[in-house]
């Protein structure tokens, strides 16, 4: 049976998807393999996915937000405005914005094809992730806990009372999991398939 990481819709083209969000990383003469770059995105859909279901979740836009979330950073430091950056692309890409677009028609096609519903819950994650703790849209909640889980890299442990998911969700077996994940960079169960479902090269030590 697939793991949640090797799942994904056919409507959503991530492999082009994550080429334009490299692309932002790139702009900023940021490291795409960098703090908050390509692993930790894909460390965040997988536990996103782990737990969509449970918290009554939209896969697509978790997906989404894994790839666009941190893709507007300006370095790997205090960036307080990185998430309002990133929406605020994400709306003007949608909106047609040719300036904004990148030339990535993947893009447009994307944000396009959701419904407003599920283009709201992408913005306000993206938005909020690190300036609200809690939100009463199940699916922007899903991708706040997701990105939580994986703050073991910074030298923190997930702490559930930051999480806006019930205990039996964020429970320590999951806590202990994500943070296992991360000290092995993508040597975990699902995580070289970054290199099928992204399709991209990981950097070899």
């Known amino acids: 049976m697939p793991t949640p990481s090797e799942t994904k819709p056919p409507d959503l083209p991530e492999r082009e998807l994550i080429d334009a969000a490299v ?3 790139r702009s900023r003469c940021m490291d795409p393999w960098g703090l908050h770059g390509l ?7 997988h536990n996103g996915l782990l737990i969509a279901d449970a918290m009554g979740a939209n896969p697509r836009v978790v997906r989404l937000f894994a790839i666009f979330h941190d893709s507007h950073r300006d370095d790997d430091g205090h960036d307080p405005d990185h998430g309002p950056r990133a929406a605020d ?4 890409v949608r909106g047609g914005d040719a300036a904004a677009r990148d030339d990535c028609d993947a893009a447009i096609a994307a944000l396009r094809a959701l419904t407003d519903i599920e283009f709201e819950s992408l913005y306000a994650a993206c938005e909020l992730h690190t300036s609200a703790l809690h939100h009463d849209d ?3 909640a899903t991708c706040f806990v997701a990105d939580r889980l994986d703050l073991s890299r910074v030298g923190r442990r997930p702490d559930p009372r930051l999480m ?3 205990r039996h969700v964020v429970d320590e077996e999951l806590i202990n ?3 296992d994940r991360q000290r092995k960079g993508l040597d975990w169960d699902g995580g070289q398939a970054i290199e099928r479902v992204w399709r991209i090269s990981v950097p070899r030590r």
């Open 39 to 45: 692993a930790h995105w894909w460390r965040v859909r």
């Open 138 to 140: 199940p699916t922007v």
């Open 177 to 179: 999991a994500a943070i």
């Open 89 to 92: 692309w994400l709306r003007r």
């Open 164 to 166: 806006p998911a019930p």
């Open 23 to 25: 692309a932002h990383v």
